[in-house]
């Protein structure tokens, strides 16, 4: 693979995705100190948000530390070069929460959907358009479906006014030529200004190479995470995609050293758990399941005696999509339910 | 005696609403308005004994009195209500509203039906989730005081429309609304989440409730299984899958809804239960108007 030269925009998910890690519970004070630290390594855009975006705070998905705006206000000012990105979910985030968010001072906005249902991002995205802001539309568990129904769903996107489209792996399911059929069609059939992203989960150890091969395909936004904060195994590690990079000689403006710095002396330490591929975790990449409901089996299965990998399992044969969250107490319920009664 | 009725609307919503009145020992659907002379569900209606009209509200105002119309459902859009709304308002008609409008009170029958008869003329639905899970915080709250309810309403994808799609904040707004004037939580949260899987998926919903004192698990159990048998007279696939489950304050209660299946697939529930609990509010004023206790007479 020769990717020399290329140009590479590198997202940062550790304030964000980084949420489900650690049930919403990241201080100010460390919002601040890591945020910062990713300004100064040179990463241009740092996403910060509940984990489930806009408006995620709820007893469902977790109540975090502090609200959205308050995370944003605090951050945003703080940044001298790198620009701070929200993300919402319709359904869950309103055009209200939106506004709050551009008011704050962020420059991107990312609409979120499942990858078949990009049609109820229209009002969202119109808006987010409208409020001058870049505007990105997010096709989560993109695996679930082929890379030809994915392309119609970017299209849509596209056309409701979406300046780049992402192809989302929630589940860290997705193997490297996977990841080349879905943005090599996104590639083939979007305006050629229209920006292209990837955002991995490394469920299957895949994150890097699934990076790399989207590059290849025509990506230029990349998601990643400092130490790897996110969901599940988390997101691809940001310090060693940039080193990775860096030995392909990829244009991507960030202080190998410095994110080093950021990941093992900001982020480790705050780590609940390690973030690491566990049974559980290698589970979610395998059955294809969203990655934030990795900690949600693992208390349910501590509450109701039940195992942890057999529920992320039964949430993968009903064909759970993010979001649902609520279904992992009703699932281990039913499973307490079916030991006691046999 | 019957209480005469149209239904505005010839899409799948007005189309099921039409299959269930036709049942109704108390409501007697005479008229089904839409824009669309080509229209499946107009054809489906006239063929059902319907008059009919694709000129919308405007082709059913002139038959109002004549064929003694006193009831109209809207099953149109949020927008095209306020349009029906202002053309019937004066017309001596009882209006039930299916769209996210809100023009009108809130009402959601096991919990509030009652309070609908009076001067009132025009009376909302809330929404899908709302009429699934409103009753579940209400049946809540009757017990204690309800700090906080949140519900995560879980649909089909084949289920919601274009409508809905284009505006989903209206969703979340509305039933939020509902979940705290006629649930009577004092802060309400409203999430839908969409799910595409094949064959579809029942309506699913989780009401999380956050009481302000140490639940009463007795008390709310039988509260909760009490308001379901109340439900379940109009929506018979309304079922309690786990729950209430009591975790701390907390209060969280897993329900399924199956549609009936009379127009639309069973899946559906999210819509038959609000087309149901229309008709339902429906039958209640025709039964008031019989007994003389709801009067819409015009002054003039």
């Not at chain 1, 001072?105 to 109820?120: L, M, Q, W, Y």
């Not at chain 2, 109209?72 to 859009?77: E, G, K, L, N």
């Amino acid at each position: 693979m020769n990717l020399k030269g290329t140009q590479v925009s590198l997202h940062d998910m550790s304030l964000r995705d980084g949420m489900h890690a650690k049930q919403h519970q990241i201080s100010i004070e460390e919002m601040i100190s890591i945020a910062t630290g990713l300004d100064e390594a040179g990463i241009p855009l740092i996403e910060v948000t509940h984990g489930d975006g806009l408006a995620g705070a709820s007893i469902n998905y977790g109540f975090p530390m502090h609200t959205d705006e308050e995370y944003l206000q605090a951050v945003v000012p703080k940044l001298k070069r790198a620009r701070v990105s929200a993300l919402s979910l319709p359904g869950i985030g309103t055009v209200d929460d939106l506004k709050m968010a551009v008011d704050c001072g962020v420059s991107t906005i990312r609409i979120a959907t499942h990858c078949t249902e990009a049609d109820v991002s229209a009002q969202h995205i119109g808006i987010a358009k409208k409020l001058g802001v870049d505007t990105v539309g997010f096709l989560m568990m993109a695996h679930m479906i082929s890379p030809e129904a994915l392309v119609k769903q970017a299209l849509l996107m596209e056309n409701f006014g979406a300046n780049c489209l992402y192809c989302t792996d929630s589940a860290g399911y997705m193997l490297p030529q996977d990841v080349t059929d879905r943005i090599g069609a996104m590639r083939a059939a979007l305006k050629p200004d229209t920006e292209i992203g990837f955002h991995g989960h490394h469920n299957l150890g895949m994150g890097i190479a699934n990076s790399l091969a989207a590059i290849e395909a025509g990506a230029n936004r990349i998601d990643a995470s400092a130490a790897g904060l996110g969901a599940g195994a988390g997101n691809t590690p940001l310090e060693v995609f940039v080193a990775v990079l860096d030995r392909m000689e990829v244009n991507h403006g960030v202080d190998l050293y410095k994110i080093m710095d950021v990941a093992e002396d900001l982020v480790v330490p705050l780590m609940d758990q390690p973030i690491r591929i566990d049974r559980d975790a290698l589970t979610l990449g395998y059955a294809g399941v969203y990655s934030s409901f990795l900690l949600f089996a693992q208390r349910a299965s501590e509450k109701y005696g039940v195992s942890s990998r057999d529920i992320l399992v039964e949430m993968g044969r009903r064909k759970t999509v993010g979001g649902q969250e609520d279904m992992i107490e009703d699932v281990a319920l039913d499973m307490a339910k079916a030991i006691e009664g046999s | 005696m019957k209480a005469k009725a149209a239904i505005i609307g010839s899409g799948n919503i007005g189309t099921d609403l039409l299959y269930k009145a036709l049942r109704s020992d108390w409501i007697e659907p005479v008229w089904v308005v839409g824009i669309d002379s080509e229209s499946d569900g107009l054809k489906k209606a006239h063929e059902l004994g319907m008059k009919t009209t694709h000129n919308g509200v405007a082709g059913l105002v002139p038959h109002l009195q004549d064929d003694n119309i006193q009831i109209v459902f809207d099953a149109t859009s949020a927008k095209a209500h306020h349009v029906n709304n202002q053309a019937l308002q004066e017309l001596g008609v009882m209006i039930i509203d299916l769209t996210p409008a809100a023009l009108g009170p809130y009402c959601i029958p096991p919990v509030n039906l009652k309070d609908q008869i009076g001067e009132n003329r025009n009376v909302n639905m809330v929404s899908c989730g709302g009429q699934a899970t409103i009753p579940m915080v209400a049946a809540i709250s009757q017990i204690q005081a309800v700090e906080y309810a949140e519900i995560v309403a879980t649909v089909a994808s084949a289920s919601i429309g274009p409508g809905t799609r284009a505006n989903i904040d209206e969703f979340t707004r509305t039933t939020r609304a509902g979940i705290e004037k006629v649930g009577n939580a004092q802060k309400g949260k409203a999430i839908i989440v969409i799910n595409p899987a094949e064959p579809p998926i029942m309506m699913r919903d989780t009401i999380h409730c956050l009481t302000e004192e140490t639940p009463n698990e007795k008390a709310i159990t039988e509260s909760v299984q009490a308001m379901i048998e109340e439900v379940q007279k109009y929506v018979p696939g309304y079922t309690l899958k786990n729950g209430p489950v009591f975790d701390g304050r907390r209060v969280s209660v897993f329900i399924e809804v199956e549609g009936l299946g009379d127009y639309l697939p069973k899946y559906a529930g999210n819509l038959d239960i609000m087309t149901a609990a229309a008709l339902r509010t429906g039958e209640l004023f025709a039964e008031e108007i019989y007994k003389g206790t709801l009067n819409l007479q015009t002054p003039n």
